[in-house]
Nanobody, 126 residues
Framework: QFEVVESGGGLVQPGGSLRLSCTEA?????????IGWFRQAPGKEREGVSC????????NYEDSVKGRFTISRDNAKNTVYLQMNSLKPEDTAVYYC??????????????????WGQGTQVTVSS
């Protein structure tokens, strides 16, 4: 069972940037699985934000973050990143990474992701 851990959240002003990291803490490799980033804003359901295939060759993004967020991975470091630029107050949420049940991203159905982190808070406010 994967134990994924998110880090890098914090408080940032509108227009600012943050880079989130997702690592595996139990000694398992993430390199064979797609990884997704999700977020949950206060009072809202959790939604998919971005996903990256196991090789990193394929990525996808939710429409509201396209052009602002970039997902990447360094399999040598067993880490997946979410670079978030031009942050807006509506990006405020708890961000989660999750390990997909396969090598490719086929959507953001939560049942297709088997291991979830505890989340990291991102707050965008002046």
């Amino acid at each position: 069972q994967f134990e994924v851990v998110e880090s890098g959240g914090g408080l940032v002003q509108p227009g600012g940037s943050l880079r989130l990291s997702c690592t595996e803490a139990s000694g398992f490799t993430l390199e064979y699985d797609a990884i997704g980033w999700f977020r949950q804003a206060p009072g809202k359901e959790r939604e998919g934000v971005s996903c990256i295939s196991s090789s990193g060759a394929s990525t996808n993004y939710e429409d509201s973050v396209k052009g602002r967020f970039t997902i990447s991975r360094d399999n040598a470091k067993n880490t997946v990143y979410l670079q978030m630029n031009s942050l807006k107050p509506e990006d405020t949420a708890v961000y989660y990474c999750a390990v997909a049940r396969g090598s490719y991203c086929i959507g953001y159905v939560e049942a297709d992701f088997g291991s979830w982190g505890q989340g990291t808070q991102v707050t965008v406010s002046s």
